[in-house]
């Protein structure tokens, strides 16, 4: 908004030095007595002082980013090029979807320099840490400087997936457990959730270090992109805790789309056209 102001107010200037002379030319009186007024010089410098400079500090302006806030999880939803190059480096106007400790995810943009050989890591559909300003929570930056830890990561994680319905139970013990292998020995598909995820029956058979085996039944609802992963006959990594010996978490490889699910839905990530 300041930047527009001062180039609004660049523009009357250099209105004012070019038509007051025609002006007074055209109502009978001296335009070259204008032109050597006292004040036609400031204003005519004033004009274009301000409207060179508003592009120098929009440039400025766009530089600055959110360094520090709480940290956040953005689902890149759509990038651009702005034009703007630092050191050869393109700025992106990057749109993501933010999600936070305790809140609906919401949408949200911000300005980028970012590496040529990062490109990669910045296509829409990818996941990012963020921080996000505590009076302000519409500005976020991008976490430059692993402010935003792997622990933090998780645990949004975490609360997103008891958001679709992961019981508390399964993530304590992901967060405390000890990582073993089961073996899956029968799977019965129970039907589809609410949530278009799969209800699954489970008999996994899991040893413990102690040479101890065990038997577990236990129901959970899964990704559709996890079924391969979980056939009779499989091994699997799992998350076992003695504070719940007939329950385990497992430990399938995430994908992109379950991600993308998790912080802000698939048609999040959907590009404008």
């Known amino acids: ?19 007051l002379p025609l002006y007074a030319n055209f109502t009978g009186g001296d335009a070259f007595s204008v032109i050597h007024t006292s004040w036609y010089k400031p204003l005519l410098y004033t004009g274009f002082g301000l409207v060179c400079i508003s592009p120098i500090l ?16 953005g689902l890149i939803r759509h990038i651009q090029q702005t034009g703007t190059y630092i050191n050869e480096q393109p700025q992106l106007l990057i749109e993501v979807m933010v999600t936070r400790h305790g809140q609906e995810p919401y949408p949200a943009s911000f300005k980028a320099i970012i590496p040529q050989t990062a490109m990669p890591q910045f296509q ?6 963020l921080l996000v300003s505590a009076k302000h929570p519409s500005q976020v930056g991008l976490d430059r400087n692993g ?18 319905g992961v019981d508390p139970e399964t993530i304590e013990i992901a967060r405390h457990g000890e990582q073993l292998y089961a073996k899956v020995l029968d799977v ?22 102690n040479g101890e085996t065990r038997t577990i039944h236990t129901q959970k609802d899964i990704f559709e992109s996890n079924l391969s992963q979980l056939q009779q006959g499989h091994i699997i990594r799992v998350m076992y805790s003695d504070q719940y010996p ?3 978490a497992l430990m399938l490889s995430t994908g992109e789309q379950d ?15």
């Open 1 to 19: 908004m300041m930047i527009k102001i001062l180039t609004t107010t660049g523009i009357l200037c250099l209105m004012a030095v070019l038509f």
């Open 58 to 73: 929009s440039t400025i302006f766009s530089l600055r980013t959110v360094t520090s806030g709480e940290p956040a999880v």
């Open 124 to 129: 829409p559909g990818s996941v990012i840490p």
């Open 147 to 164: 402010q935003v830890s792997q622990h933090d990561m998780q645990s949004l994680l975490n609360e997103q997936m008891i958001r679709q």
């Open 188 to 209: 019965v598909h129970l039907g589809n959730t609410h949530n278009g995820k799969l209800s699954l029956q489970f008999t996994l058979s899991l040893t413990r270090p």
């Open 246 to 248: 007939d329950d385990v």
């Open 259 to 273: 991600l993308q699910r998790a912080f802000g839905g698939t048609d999040a990530t959907t590009k404008r056209g």
